[in-house]
């Protein structure tokens, strides 16, 4: 493992009941580290949470991390952090959807309770770091300080929810599969060699805390529903909806409109107003972004002196594309695109790459658009 240190750290392996996270905690304790498993409760109720081997949140998925935890051979633990996770995570996710953002739940579970509240648990129990199944890679500089990169297999990198990791974060996690070049199918077969039950267990998919999978759904029962328009660029009312928040820039399906656009085109969602609860939809071409601005930023490692060339990536299974960022402050950076790109929302991540090097993450707080969208009028009939 590229980031496994001169001498055995005292480990504690983050255990979904995933097979990611058994083998990861069996590579651990196979390179000599004194490892300790633990599953993390994230529900006040684990049968409101996906049940069946979907999710990573289930009373299933706590036995099968037990399992896998004794066929390693090492000590195992159920931690409860439900009430951390709704107020960090779940409660957050509400939030940025009804104020008309889209979040990754995944990005802040893993700054706010992975490597937040069980890091600090963790260092304070005596462990030197936190291993998870994560496909990235921790790579210590001759100075001893400690850089992000991708995983050595770009078709399972997993660094862009790693982004918001800082120096401390990153001093202490460990990260056994990111320097693996196999196929999934490989990974499974090595969990089988070890005699791990989880080795034919489906991947986790979806949001693990919405229980059918339905975020609609779900964002109504705690939002409860609104009735508001549906209008083009001019403001031409063009149908209605039941909550502003079921929407994400950039969505084509789902509009319910009955009449085609006049082009024959489709139609996206282009702005959303949860003050005036109203979507506005139009063209593909009104989607083109050529710069954003981004708040909270979060460097792993020194954070730019200036303005720099990278390449960003906006969505966790995105490519990269060539820009040009510089902080502004403290809190908030701008980004320039060398070609305009689409689907970026508010509330999203954009994360900053040196070559396969993380430089830092920030949350998007605005867009640029190449064609700014007209604004509706602020009463529609």
Request: proline residues 5%; glycine residues 10%; negative net charge.
């Amino acid at each position: 493992m590229s980031e496994t240190l001169a001498r055995p750290l005292k480990v504690l392996a983050a255990m979904s009941g995933g097979v990611d996270s058994a083998v990861a905690a069996a590579r651990a304790a196979e390179a000599g580290h004194d490892v300790t498993g633990v599953h993390l409760a994230l529900s006040a109720n684990p049968k409101s949470f996906r049940t069946g081997a979907r999710g990573c949140c289930t009373i299933e998925d706590s036995h099968d991390a037990r399992r896998a935890a004794d066929v390693i051979g090492i000590p195992f633990y159920v931690w409860d952090l439900a009430e951390r996770f709704r107020e960090d995570v779940v409660e957050d996710f509400v939030a940025e959807y009804a104020a008309g953002r889209t979040p990754n739940p995944c990005l802040r579970c893993n700054e706010k309770i992975k490597f937040a509240a069980l890091l600090d648990k963790a260092l304070a129990l005596g462990f030197d770091a936190v291993c998870t199944g994560h496909y990235a890679q921790v790579v210590t500089r001759p100075d001893g300080s400690r850089e992000l990169h991708r995983a050595a297999d770009m078709a399972k990198d997993q660094s862009y929810v790693l982004g918001v990791l800082d120096d401390r974060q990153l001093a202490h996690a460990l990260f056994p599969l990111g320097d693996t070049r196999t196929t999934k199918e490989q990974i499974r077969e090595e969990a089988a060699a070890r005699g791990l039950f989880v080795a034919k267990k489906p991947d986790s998919h979806d949001i693990c805390f919405i229980a059918d999978g339905d975020t609609q759904g779900f964002l109504a029962k705690r939002l409860g529903t609104a009735e508001g328009d549906i209008v083009d660029q001019d403001g031409t009312k063009l149908g209605t909806h039941s909550g502003a928040y079921g929407f994400t820039i950039g969505q084509r399906k789902g509009l319910r409109l009955g009449d085609p656009a006049g082009d024959g085109r489709p139609r996206y969602v282009l702005d959303i107003s949860p003050v005036d609860n109203t979507v506005t939809v139009g063209p593909a071409a009104a989607l083109d972004v050529v710069g954003l601005t981004a708040v909270r930023p979060r460097w792993c490692g020194t954070a730019p002196a200036g303005p720099g060339t990278y390449t960003a990536q906006l969505r966790a299974h995105g490519g990269e594309t060539a820009v040009t960022a510089e902080p502004v402050g403290q809190d908030e950076l701008r980004v320039a695109f060398a070609e305009p790109v689409r689907g970026v929302a508010p509330g999203q991540a954009v994360v900053l790459y040196d070559g396969t090097r993380v430089v830092g993450s920030a949350t998007i707080a605005a867009t640029e658009r190449a064609t700014a969208p007209a604004q509706p009028a602020s009463s529609v009939s």
